[in-house]
């Protein structure tokens, strides 16, 4: 069936290719990455909500943030994307820089929870992709910084369906991704939606009429 799917859709365009072979060449957890099927949602999520500025918490290699770039309507328009990690930098940008859509990206090191009240600045679209244990204080953070009807959307969600093991239930990463689905649901100031794509993705809409 991942066959028939993959070859049913847009294809990967050759550079990202390279970047998801790269990646599982010479990094540990190369699954981190979003890899075709995400990154051609990521695409036209962005492309659907036309959003001007987006918001990544994680960026790892820089594949989701260049899919989300390629469906920006405009080159004024710009993905900023935090990595906590300094030791992926060297592998990273050179990979942003060197796209065809890097020129859209704002690749910025540092632990967004400090960086993005440092920036100041207001987000139309969210991907939450950081430490899992930080994925409500993260989801907070991006209401604080979206305009009214933002989407934000995590990776993630459903955890390699840890979420529902209980073997896994006292681990820490889990803990913190049925903290976050559990405040999510019963958050009225968002619409919200689990999709069973690859490790759970959860989409949700800020509601104009419950402003944080």
């Not at 990521?42 to 987006?54: E, F, G």
């Not at 989701?64 to 906590?84: F, H, K, N, P, W």
């Not at 681990?171 to 999709?195: K, Q, W």
């Amino acid at each position: 069936m991942d066959g028939y799917i993959l070859s049913h859709m847009e294809p990967e365009s050759d550079y990202l290719y390279r970047l998801w072979r790269t990646a599982h060449l010479r990094l540990m957890n190369p699954r981190m990455s979003s890899g075709h099927v995400q990154g051609r949602l990521l695409k036209m999520l962005v492309a659907m909500a036309r959003p001007h500025r987006i918001l990544e918490i994680g960026t790892y290699v820089g594949y989701s943030a260049l899919c989300m770039a390629e469906g920006l309507q405009s080159d004024e328009d710009r993905v900023v994307t935090i990595e906590i990690n300094d030791e992926l930098e060297d592998f990273t940008r050179p990979w942003i820089d060197g796209s065809p859509f890097g020129h859209r990206v704002q690749f910025v090191i540092g632990d967004a929870l400090q960086v993005v009240p440092a920036l100041g600045e207001t987000y139309d679209f969210v991907y939450i992709d950081g430490d899992k244990r930080q994925y409500s204080a993260y989801y907070d953070l991006a209401l604080r910084y979206t305009t009214p009807d933002a989407f934000i959307v995590a990776d993630n969600t459903l955890w390699d369906g840890h979420v529902t093991d209980e073997a896994y239930a006292h681990e820490h990463r889990t803990e913190g991704i049925n903290a976050f689905n559990a405040y999510v649901a019963a958050d009225p100031r968002v619409e919200t939606l689990i999709l069973p794509i690859r490790d759970g993705l959860t989409i949700m809409r800020k509601k104009t009429e419950n402003l944080c």
